[in-house]
């Protein structure tokens, strides 16, 4: 099983916690988006978006984070990170969409990039609109938190996919200078998760590919 991931992605993030959370040995592919590796013309053959993480496993190359995180519990099943009851799997993937679908996407290296290489904002512009959307996220994931959350992790006493798209999402909320002083829950778990092995081997700072 290998996997190809940029240390600083956080959809790559979310795929390594949840690899090292079911105790799975992937070897690290690094990409670095940064350099445009993710576009090069052999890496876009196996993956049409052009994007990471990919994941290849045997015949299998699957791109998209949580669609790798679905294939992960589909073939290794404990623990479990998508929960198979209704309610418990609906709020999971509720508060994991706020973040995947709502605030990831239009704060993702490649739309930085266009705002500011070919709209031509300034920088502190760019960081202005990063802000604005964190915060209107981090809204409605704090607000699900108060209303469903319990538990050390987002819900309950083990992690869940939730879990692995919050973690990454603080990470580049705090690298990016964003005040998270008004998401106490949500912090609260993060603060939880950071001591817990399979998320500090999943961290940034941990790949081979880190650079400061």
């Given at each position: 099983?290998?996997?190809y991931s ?10 390594r ?11 690290i592919r ?14 876009m ?6 994007s990471v993480p ?5 015949d299998?190359?699957l791109?998209q ?12 099943p404990?623990?479990?990170?998508i929960p198979r ?8 993937l509720?508060l994991s969409s706020?973040i995947?679908?709502?605030i990831?996407?239009?704060?993702n290296?490649?739309i930085?990039?266009?705002l ?7 920088a502190?512009?760019k960081?202005a609109?990063?802000r604005?959307?964190v915060?209107?996220?981090?809204r409605?994931v704090e ?6 959350g319990h ?15 919050l ?19 949500a912090?609260?778990v993060h603060a ?20 400061a």
């Amino acid at each position: 099983m290998q996997l190809y991931s940029f240390f600083n992605s956080s959809t790559s993030y979310r795929v390594r916690i949840a690899l090292a959370l079911k105790g799975l040995d992937a070897g690290i592919r690094p990409i670095n988006i940064r350099k445009l590796e993710h576009r090069a013309a052999a890496y876009m053959a196996m993956n049409p978006s052009g994007s990471v993480p990919m994941l290849h496993d045997g015949d299998l190359q699957l791109g998209q984070s949580l669609a790798i995180v679905d294939y992960l519990d589909a073939t290794h099943p404990e623990p479990r990170l998508i929960p198979r009851e209704a309610v418990a799997r609906a709020r999971v993937l509720e508060l994991s969409s706020v973040i995947a679908c709502d605030i990831h996407p239009v704060n993702n290296l490649r739309i930085l990039r266009y705002l500011t290489d070919v709209l031509g904002v300034t920088a502190e512009q760019k960081d202005a609109w990063y802000r604005h959307w964190v915060q209107d996220g981090m809204r409605a994931v704090e607000a699900l938190l108060e209303r469903y959350g319990h538990g050390d992790f987002c819900f309950g006493d083990a992690p869940t996919l939730a879990d692995v798209c919050l973690v990454p999402q603080i990470a580049n909320a705090q690298r990016m200078g964003c005040d998270m002083s008004a998401y106490p829950r949500a912090m609260a778990v993060h603060a939880h998760c950071g001591t817990i092995e399979a998320f500090q081997r999943a961290a940034p700072s941990a790949q081979p590919d880190y650079t400061a």
